[in-house]
């Protein structure tokens, strides 16, 4: 270190759900990994399990190939614990026709379609999980600011404060905006949906009966998540994701709150009857982002900072963590077989299998979105009989709720 520089074998920059679920895989490989992070969540901000009734407003629905992932660096049943809901139906309908189409766990001999789980307390899990983890070191605060090229041509990460961190490999699970993916010159495509999200967090006079709610409105999708509160037997806390046009979006998030509670119940046509509280309420804008590139030298993107999606789906972190399985799984078979970190045949592999599952994944939320959004009556036809014809077609059915639950 008497060069000012800290070396590691790997460094990854993002400390989210997928960023940190990484680090947890790679504790058996025994390299020494660093894992940075800007700003680690405060414990007040983690502790919303078991807190009286606050739900965090960002929550994920992670299907069961999350959950196996999770499970197997040993924070699924921390999560179980503290909270979680596992939802059994899914009702989907649109505002302007007569379409409507709704997927059951029973039918496809599945327990649940997912679990819906406070981010929060993802984190909270697996920080407690990393914390203990010898050969890791969580640096944070550390903002990255520069990428430099060492001696041996290895990568240095230089943050804001001048500290430099140097590696064989750097991940970039940074997130959206990724600075990693900046810094490296790593282009990708991208397009504005000029859509806003919402997220809040309600409760209902009715229970949301373990399902999830979504109808396509004019101006976009608005989903009820099921929440479940350990101090409750009723299920009647949900979580919001109202996309919207961003005017929209602002107009709700300012407004008072009885007038936004009646607009809510309006919108999903009182099917869960009144909202009668809801949380703080905070707005996001929508972008879809596709890296034309995963790899560059010794620089692998993995998550948001690779690909970012339509929440719609609510398929974000589900993909981010296959990701991360894929490369350490890859990053394993490598070393296994004597290959470098780096080396361009490990990383080609992650990408190869990676790229196709999150651009599949992708194109059919474009495609759902723009169906969705389409106001030609034609399309309106076809979407309205479309989603019909699904709801009867078992097989295909089936098949779209098979891959979407990661089974
Ligand atoms: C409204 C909304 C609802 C969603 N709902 C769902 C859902 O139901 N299910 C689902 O699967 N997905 C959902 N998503 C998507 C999901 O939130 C993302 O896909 C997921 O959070 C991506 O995880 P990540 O770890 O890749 O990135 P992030 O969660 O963005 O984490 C990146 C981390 O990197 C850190 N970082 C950023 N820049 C720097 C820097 N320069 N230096 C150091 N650290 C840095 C950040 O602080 C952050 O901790 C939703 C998204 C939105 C907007």
Redesign the pocket.
């Known amino acids: 270190m008497n060069d000012g520089i800290e070396k590691f074998d790997l460094v990854i ?9 990484l680090a947890c895989l790679l504790d058996e490989l025994e390299l020494r990994v660093a894992l ?5 969540p405060e414990e007040g901000e983690l502790a919303f399990r078991g807190a009286e009734l606050r739900f965090d407003a ?6 069961e190939s ?1 959950r196996q992932v999770l499970g197997d660096v040993g924070v699924w049943s921390g999560i179980r614990a503290a909270r979680c809901c596992d939802y059994r139906e899914m009702q989907v309908w649109d505002a302007e026709g007569t379409g409507s189409i709704h997927f059951s766990a029973a039918a496809l001999g599945a327990e649940s379609l997912g679990t ?1 789980v406070e ?1 929060s307390i993802v ?1 909270a899990e697996l920080y407690e999980r990393l914390r203990g983890q010898e050969n890791l070191s969580i640096v ?6 520069a990428l430099e090229t060492g001696a041996g041509g290895e990568v240095v990460l230089v ?2 404060s001048g500290r430099r961190l140097q590696a064989g490999l750097l991940v970039g ?8 993916r900046r810094l490296a010159k790593i282009s990708s495509a991208e397009w504005e949906y000029g859509q806003s ?3 809040t967090t309600v409760r209902t006079a009715r229970s949301h009966e373990l399902t999830a709610w979504q109808r396509f409105l004019e101006t976009g999708p608005l ?1 009820f ?1 099921p929440l479940a509160a350990a101090e409750e037997s009723e299920f009647r806390h949900s ?1 919001i ?1 109202w ?1 919207t046009l961003p005017d929209e979006a602002e107009e709700l998030v300012q407004m008072p709150d009885e007038q936004f509670r009646a607009r809510l119940a309006a919108a999903i046509e009182h099917r869960l009857g009144d909202v009668e509280w809801s949380d703080r309420r ?3 804008p ?1 972008r879809q982002r596709h890296a034309d590139s995963y790899v560059k030298d010794n620089i692998v993107l ?5 690909h ?2 339509h ?1 719609l ?9 296959r990701d991360v399985a894929v490369l350490a799984e890859e990053i394993r078979a490598g070393l296994a077989a004597g290959r470098l970190l780096n080396d361009p045949v490990v990383l080609r592999r992650y990408e190869r299998r990676r790229k196709i599952d999150n651009l599949g994944m992708m194109w059919a939320m474009e495609g759902l979105h723009r169906l969705f959004g389409a106001q030609p009556l034609p399309l309106r036809w076809l979407r309205n009989s479309g989603l019909n014809l699904v709801d009867r077609a078992a097989p295909l059915k089936n098949f779209l709720a098979r891959r979407a639950i990661g089974v």
Request: glycine share 16%; no cysteine.
């Open positions: 920059a993002g400390g989210g759900i997928v960023g940190a679920t940075v992070e800007q700003r680690l960002r929550v994920s629905a992670l299907n999350s819906i981010n984190l944070s605060p550390f903002t990255s600011a943050g804001e699970a940074d997130g959206g905006n990724s600075a990693v999200a919402l997220v989903a998540l979580s994701v996309s905070y707005s996001f929508l993995a998550g948001d900072a690779a970012t999606i929440p789906a609510g398929q974000g972190v589900n993909l981010g963590v």
